[in-house]
């Protein structure tokens, strides 16, 4: 297998603080990085959702919170920079050969004559032939692009803003909690929400070997829902200091790394899959919602799933049908689950109405 792509100090990509369910850690544990995982990054200890008792007075502090009371399962907070380096690593280890270059076109061909990708590595043009040809070429989608169409719906659409905070007070003194039961963990090692009308707020805490303190935050809203465009830290701060005090505090005690935004991101690719050997992967297939952390859950899905086909293929056991079945199922299941997510929006500023949709 050839995985070709920049060196990764030379990728210019936003990162996220990644926050795993259970789909993408045992994925992780399969390929055999439990270890690094479990010794380098923070344990995730579920996700804690934050409801403010009174949403519209900035004075009140007071928050309904829920959390699991114990985790019996293994998930992880990922400093992303870390563990893909930690990925390639592993890949290698497996027998993957890692080219450097860009892919700046390709040839789609069928099963029977396979492709070609044409990339720029250094100062030299190269040409790989291939049976399989996998997009994981995220919002760019350069092999996706040739293959389907893209549906970029209108209605429940999303925008985001999020960005990397180190060396700050956290917020956990400075809220009043009330909750049902005392948690066998530190809550501080949980994904935090902070829920409202029409967004949602996240906190990642990171491990880090640079600063005291890494976490990432970000807003995630429905614009048509939560007017008030958030691209900025600045935005950030004004709705933090009208609705959770206590994040503002944290993030100006703190400094501020990188930021990035995404306005109205949703979309997804009208085929993933096909029986001609081509694959969309993770951000080239679709851009998902963030609040149940499923984006590299369906992707370690999809990926498992494609490894599945090729194999199939490779053993000439794969029925007619087989591929198109798989296409439309990973879609289907992908459009119910971030079909529900945009209607909790709608019921997210009321703590009842909330978990009930939630549980």
């Not at 009043?176 to 929400?193: G, K, P, V």
């Not at 829902?225 to 200091?241: C, K, M």
């Not at 109205?264 to 993933?272: R, T």
């Not at 119910?336 to 909330?354: C, K, L, N, T, W």
């Amino acid at each position: 297998m050839i995985a070709l792509g920049p060196r990764q100090e030379d990728e210019r990509r936003p990162y996220v603080g990644e926050s795993l369910v259970e789909p993408a850690a045992l994925f992780m544990q399969e390929i055999g990085l439990g270890d690094y995982l479990n010794s380098t990054q923070i344990t995730k200890h579920g996700l804690s959702s934050n409801h403010k008792i009174k949403p519209g007075d900035p004075l009140d502090r007071r928050y309904s919170v829920h959390a699991p009371h114990r985790l019996y399962h293994t998930a992880w907070q990922l400093n992303r920079p870390k563990v893909d380096g930690a990925l390639r690593a592993r890949a290698e280890e497996l027998g993957a050969r890692l080219v450097t270059g860009r892919m700046h076109d390709c040839e789609i061909g069928t099963a029977a004559t396979g492709h070609q990708a044409h990339a720029r590595g250094g100062e030299r043009d190269v040409t790989f032939s291939c049976r399989w040809l996998i997009d994981t070429t995220g919002r760019t989608r350069r092999i996706g692009k040739k293959v389907t169409t893209c549906t970029r719906p209108q209605a429940r659409q999303r925008s985001c803003f999020w960005f990397r905070l180190a060396d700050f007070e956290p917020f956990l003194p400075h809220i009043a909690m009330s909750m049902r039961r005392l948690l066998a963990y530190d809550l501080w090692e949980t994904t935090h929400h902070f829920l409202g009308h029409g967004y949602w707020i996240w906190g990642i805490p990171l491990a880090t070997e640079c600063h005291q303190r890494l976490v990432s935050i970000g807003i995630t809203f429905r614009p048509d829902i939560f007017p008030q465009p958030v691209r900025s830290i600045e935005g950030f701060l004004t709705v933090a200091d009208q609705q959770h005090p206590a994040l503002a505090e944290m993030v100006r005690s703190g400094r501020v790394l990188d930021t990035n935004v995404y306005n109205e991101y949703l979309y997804w690719a009208d085929e993933v899959c096909s029986p001609d050997g081509w694959f969309l992967v993770g951000d080239a297939a679709r851009a998902v919602d963030p609040l149940y952390s499923n984006g590299l859950s369906l992707t370690t899905v999809q990926a498992q799933q494609i490894g599945a086909i090729i194999q199939r293929q490779r053993d000439g056991a794969l029925a007619s049908g087989d591929v198109e079945a798989m296409d439309t199922v990973w879609r289907r299941f992908m459009a119910r689950q971030q079909d529900d997510i945009s209607r909790h929006y709608e019921v997210m500023g009321d703590p009842f109405q909330a978990c009930m949709r939630r549980y």
